[in-house]
Every structure is written in structure tokens, then in C-alpha cells.
């Protein structure tokens, strides 16, 4: 009897074990605090839990460090380049967000130094306290606007997606359409002298060059004389003003929280025993297809407009049924079929995009923040994942996954898949899938209702 009352005064306690560990005791009853104090069980519990922090505070700061190493690649890919505002434009809003913070003088960092005019456009963007996807937006729009012309209305359509007010629709705009200060800036490295041994340490030694080629005040007196660079440097933008763009939405990933991982989905999904899932085609609002995965009678059930097809796993089967004159055919499964089938279980395409239970190489897990969503439940948390592939053609598609879990259960309730071609765009919502988790009755109830197996 002991064991038992000490097992339930244990598990009463594990909502506090954090709060416990972090120092919040105020917040923790008093004779939890005595129990966990004393006791072996919630002890061990809470080396465990300790254990995880560092180890996710690890995988946070591993994820950090790449990030910032990545942005300043980008930095200084123009070391030995002259510098104007169109380079700076696609580090404008990292730079602005705080995330990607730079204590070191870079090629960038050396034009904004001596540039009024970026100094106003990040000082600009801070001040419109955009959320993450907006401001990922902006950085989309800046980096493309490096080596292209954006009008007015384009930018609009980008940002008022993402329910961006009118002024900072407008401040973005101005920002996108300024034109060049004419300041320029060389930031080169120059090499290091040898030291008693003969040799050097670059990266200890090596002098930082700053030019400055034109100036604010020269680009006054110079006005009608100076021709823009926009062209001459357009092959070497374009590259790094995309690169650019990822870097901020990466760096907002990996920022952003991170309560629920893509792996915490995948395993929840793997273990659910029976799924129904309703393909929606989002332009038309109509059902496409609806399926059925039960691993507790091993069947695997379709159903359109036309058809009824189930493929029963036990008895090496598939049996179908047509709407139009009820007509059953029954078929054997060959061996490949049925391996295919089998494997299909454990694997729930629809849901998860991805076969594995961790993110492929290139895809980028978000959380989404509730100032985004509308009309979404309280106890509903929402994921992306965006990713790109490439058509047979060589085509580029980007792609993004939209998951609505139930923040108990960590169940995706329904998935929204988008796809777009250009990187300008917004996403075009394709398919929506509801999903929801039958118990065996509702499931062998689903089976009957199609009167497919009369055994069942």
C-alpha cells in the first residue's frame, strides 16, 4: 500500500519537476517540495530532466553557431568588392531582427558604418516590430529587390498575405524602393607581417582596410556623375541575395520555439493504431479521397467518388467495390504489393511528408506564432516545415507543410500542403487533409459500413 500511495504522490509531482529545478519553488506546493526532496524516484526524475536541458541547450547553441557562421560567409564573400546599399539589402533584415548579431567588422557591417541611409532602413524595420514570417517576408522581398525591380503593388501583395498593416506595408516599400546612397566601401584584409619564425597567423595578424570610396558628401557633389553598379554586379548578387534570404528564415527557426519537434509528430503518428484521413482539394472544397489505416484489424481502406478499394493485409487480399452497381471483385496481393502495403502502415505519407522520422538535409521546421493564425483553438500548436525539390525537368518547387497538433496528443488534426515556383510568390494551397484517430469500435464500424469483410 506504501508503494502504491508513494507511486501516485510521485506522478502528481511531475508537473512540478521543472519548476522545481529551475528554482520556481514558490510555485510548487509544499508537500511536493518535501516529496521530491525525499524521494529516490523524482530525484532520478529530475537528473533525467536535467540531462535534456543540456542537452537540447546544446543542440540550441549548435544550431546557433551554424547560423551565424553561414551569415558571415555571406559578409564576407565581398571582401575586395566595392560595397553600395544594393549589397547591404539582403542582410537588412537580419540585421534589423537582432537574431544574427555581428560584433565584428565585416564588408557589410563597414558600408552601414558609413552610410546614413541603411543605418535609417534597419533602425526603420526595428521600429515596425514585425513578427518572424513577416519579417522573414521583408527579407525575401530586400534580397530579391538586390537584383531586380520590385513595383509598389508587388510588395504590397507579398506582405498583406501575412496581415501586415498598412504602414508597414508602406516603410517596407520605401525601404525596397530607395534608391542608392552612392556611398561606397572596400573592406579588404592586408596580409600579416611574418613574425621571428618566418611564418604568420592570418587570422590573429591580418590588418583590416577600409575604404572609402565615395563618400555621402562626395555622392552630393558628384550627383548626375555617378552611375549606379546595378548591373555590373547583378551575376555576383543574385547568388548571395538568395542565400541571404535562407539564412534569416533558418536563423528564425532556429530561434523560434521549439516545445514540439518534427520527430515528436513522426513518432505520435507511427504509434497511433488507427488513422482516418479526408483529402480535401483545396480549390474546389471538395473530398477527393478518404482513407482509413487500422493496425488494430491490418487493413488499409480507400474511398472516392467511385470506388471502395481495401486492401486486407492477414488474408494477402484486395477487394474492391464500385459505386455505381455494388459490384465486389476480389484480387490476391502479389508479393512486391504487398510489401509495399505492409511498410505503408508504419508510414503515413499523407501526413508526413517524409518517410524517416527526422528532417531530410535542406528542410526547415518553424513554429508558427499565434499572431499569424486565425480562428485556431487554444490547445492547437502549429508547425511548417518548408522545403524545396526539383521536378524531372530540373525545376525547382518549393514546398511547405502545415500541421495543426493537438498540443496533448502531438496528432496533427489537419495538414495544409502549398506549393509554389517563384520564390516571390505566395505559397498556393493545394490540399487539405482533416485527419482524426478512430478506436477499434469506430473503426471496425467504418469496415461495416462498406460491408467488405463480413468476418469483421
Not at 506595408?169 to 573592406?187: G, L
Not at 554586379?233 to 534570404?245: D, E, G, K, M, S
Not at 488507427?274 to 478518404?290: H, L, V
Not at 478512430?438 to 462498406?450: G, Q, S, Y
Amino acid at each position: 500500500m506504501d508503494d502504491i500511495q508513494n507511486n501516485n504522490e510521485c506522478l502528481a509531482c511531475v508537473v512540478y519537476l521543472y519548476d522545481y529545478l529551475s528554482g520556481n519553488k514558490d510555485d510548487v506546493p509544499k508537500s511536493m517540495i518535501k516529496h521530491i526532496d525525499n524521494c529516490d524516484i523524482c530525484q532520478e526524475e529530475i537528473k533525467l530532466l536535467r540531462q535534456e536541458i543540456e542537452r537540447a541547450d546544446n543542440l540550441a547553441h549548435q544550431a546557433d553557431n551554424q547560423a551565424r557562421l553561414a551569415n558571415l560567409e555571406l559578409h564576407f564573400a565581398y571582401i575586395d568588392k566595392p560595397v553600395t546599399c544594393n549589397n547591404v539589402k539582403p542582410f537588412l533584415a537580419a540585421m534589423s531582427s537582432g537574431f544574427l548579431g555581428i560584433s565584428i567588422s565585416t564588408p557589410i557591417t563597414a558600408h552601414i558604418d558609413n552610410c546614413s541611409a541603411c543605418r535609417n532602413d534597419i533602425d526603420t524595420i526595428k521600429d515596425l516590430q514585425m513578427t518572424d514570417m513577416q519579417l522573414f517576408r521583408a527579407g525575401q522581398l530586400l534580397a530579391i529587390s538586390a537584383s531586380e525591380t520590385l513595383d509598389r503593388q508587388e510588395i504590397s501583395q507579398n506582405l498583406v498575405s501575412l496581415e501586415c498593416d498598412q504602414l508597414q506595408i508602406d516603410k517596407i516599400s520605401e525601404v525596397i524602393m530607395r534608391p542608392e546612397s552612392a556611398v561606397k566601401t572596400m573592406f579588404s584584409l592586408t596580409d600579416p607581417a611574418p613574425n621571428n619564425a618566418g611564418q604568420s597567423n592570418a587570422l590573429k595578424e591580418a590588418q583590416v582596410e577600409i575604404q572609402l570610396l565615395q563618400s555621402e558628401a562626395q555622392a552630393e557633389s558628384d550627383a548626375g556623375k555617378t552611375k549606379s553598379s546595378r548591373s555590373s554586379l547583378l551575376q555576383f548578387v543574385r547568388p548571395l541575395a538568395a542565400a541571404a534570404a535562407v539564412i534569416i528564415v533558418a536563423f528564425l527557426i532556429f530561434n523560434g520555439p521549439q516545445a514540439t519537434g518534427f520527430t515528436d509528430i513522426a513518432k505520435a503518428v507511427k504509434n497511433a493504431r488507427n488513422i482516418y484521413m479526408k483529402n480535401i482539394d483545396a480549390a474546389t472544397g471538395q473530398t477527393a479521397q478518404q482513407v482509413w489505416t487500422s493496425k488494430d484489424f491490418n487493413i488499409k481502406l480507400f474511398k472516392t467518388d467511385d470506388k471502395v478499394f481495401l486492401w486486407d493485409i492477414d488474408n494477402e487480399k484486395t477487394i474492391s467495390k464500385s459505386a455505381n452497381d455494388g459490384q465486389l471483385i476480389t484480387a490476391n496481393i502479389n508479393e512486391r504489393s504487398l510489401a509495399m502495403v505492409t511498410e505503408s502502415m508504419n508510414i503515413s505519407w499523407t501526413i508526413i511528408p517524409f518517410e524517416t522520422n527526422n528532417l531530410p538535409d535542406g528542410a526547415a521546421w518553424r513554429a508558427v506564432s499565434d499572431k499569424e493564425l486565425v480562428n485556431v483553438s487554444t490547445d492547437i500548436k502549429v508547425y511548417d516545415i518548408l522545403w524545396t525539390q526539383r521536378t524531372q525537368t530540373g525545376t525547382l518547387i518549393y514546398k511547405k507543410w502545415r500541421g495543426f497538433l493537438n498540443q496533448n496528443t502531438m496528432l496533427p488534426e489537419r495538414i495544409e500542403f502549398s506549393t509554389k515556383y517563384d520564390l516571390r510568390k505566395d505559397f498556393e494551397l493545394e490540399t487539405i487533409v482533416e485527419v482524426t484517430y478512430p478506436d477499434k469500435n469506430e473503426m471496425k464500424k467504418a469496415i461495416d459500413e462498406f460491408s467488405l469483410l463480413e468476418s469483421y
